[in-house]
T-cell receptor, first 115, second 109 residues
Framework: GAGVSQSPSNKVTEKGKDVELRCDPI?????LYWYRQSLGQGLEFLIYFQGNSAPDKSGLPSDRFSAERTGGSVSTLTIQRTQQEDSAVYLC?????????????FGPGTRLLVL | GIQVEQSPPDLILQEGANSTLRCNFS?????LQWFHQNPWGQLINLFYIPSGTKQNGRLSATTVATERYSLLYISSSQTTDSGVYFCAAGSGNTGKLIFGQGTTLQVKP
């Protein structure tokens, strides 16, 4: 079946603009995660969804970052008033559920460049 | 929170050689995964292994949870094995993974 998909693949934006990144998890997966990968910080957890609720938002770096998930499927990560330090690869992952710890499957990522 | 350390940071091998990558974690875990990041940036699952031993072809992994480490073995390495290998660990109830800094492997023909 299809894996995790993300769009856009690449995004170039100007400092101060808002961006929206989209994630489509594997069909039937109830748990969804956002991570980001940057040269200076490595791979960092951002937020976890179980269904449409987000019980763990501990990794969101500032209040400019928000995420939502609708219908227990698609998720959108929004960055408001982008800054150059937001430049990174944003990765989405999904797993079957969080009843117990399970394998997370990653999408190809969105490469964000803030000029 | 959990800290994850990987060693070595860089590794250069001749094709056909064997290697062992190590991952140490600072606390008990309920999730431990190994990934290979290919040149296009895709993270590919290798193993989900919070404890025990698994094998998949030329790759195998062992996690000794009581001693807080995991090992990834690559046998008869091929040039296509090149890339970055990440270990990621999690605990608690959210499935949040903490990643190590990775081991960059280069396999020369």
């Amino acid at each position: 079946g299809a894996g995790v998909s993300q769009s856009p693949s690449n995004k170039v934006t100007e400092k101060g603009k808002d961006v929206e990144l989209r994630c489509d998890p594997i069909s039937g997966h109830t748990a969804l995660y956002w991570y980001r990968q940057s040269l200076g910080q490595g791979l960092e957890f951002l937020i976890y969804f179980q269904g449409n609720s987000a019980p763990d938002k501990s990794g969101l770096p500032s209040d400019r970052f928000s995420a939502e998930r609708t219908g227990g499927s698609v998720s959108t990560l929004t960055i408001q008033r982008t800054q150059q330090e937001d430049s990174a690869v944003y990765l989405c992952a999904s797993s079957v559920s969080r009843v117990r710890s399970e394998t997370q499957y990653f999408g190809p990522g969105t490469r964000l460049l803030v000029l | 929170g959990i800290q994850v350390e990987q060693s070595p940071p860089d590794l250069i091998l001749q094709e056909g050689a064997n290697s062992t990558l190590r991952c140490n974690f600072s606390d008990s875990v309920n999730n431990l995964q190994w990934f290979h990041q290919n040149p296009w940036g895709q993270l590919i699952n290798l193993f989900y292994i919070p404890s025990g031993t698994k094998q998949n072809g030329r790759l195998s992994a062992t996690t000794v949870a009581t001693e807080r480490y995991s090992l990834l073995y690559i046998s008869s390495s091929q040039t296509t094995d090149s890339g970055v290998y990440f270990c990621a660990a999690g605990s608690g109830n959210t499935g949040k993974l903490i990643f190590g800094q990775g081991t960059t492997l280069q396999v020369k023909p």
